[in-house]
């Protein structure tokens, strides 16, 4: 079996809108910046947690910090998944 590389008939267009620093453009740079906000929320929370420990900060800030966390992080991986269902579904199409 051959794989031929499908050639499209114009450039994509690049502009400042759906781009990163890289120069990506599309939803990979959307799911990387969703990854990038979810850690930066986790740092947060683990900040957060060892302010509390250190009796420099509220229970009810660290909880409030890590629910945001688990949301974001639940957020991310459920992105993951349907994005892997979709890949799929398009990987399994007859051509």
Do not use: K, Y
């Not at 850690?39 to 009796?55: I, N, T």
């Not at 991310?76 to 990987?91: E, I, K, Y």
Request: no cysteine; proline share 3%.
């Amino acid at each position: 079996m051959q794989v031929d590389l499908l050639v499209p008939d114009a450039a994509p267009a690049r502009g400042p809108v759906g781009t990163d620093a890289s120069g990506a453009t599309g939803s990979g740079s959307a799911f990387g910046a969703l990854v990038d906000a979810a850690g930066a929320m986790l740092a947060g929370a683990d900040r957060a947690e060892s302010a509390f420990a250190a009796h420099r900060g509220g229970l009810q800030e660290m909880v409030v910090e890590r629910a945001r966390a688990d949301i974001a992080l639940q957020i991310a991986a459920t992105t993951a998944q349907r994005a892997a269902q979709a890949l799929s579904a398009v990987l399994g199409m007859q051509v």
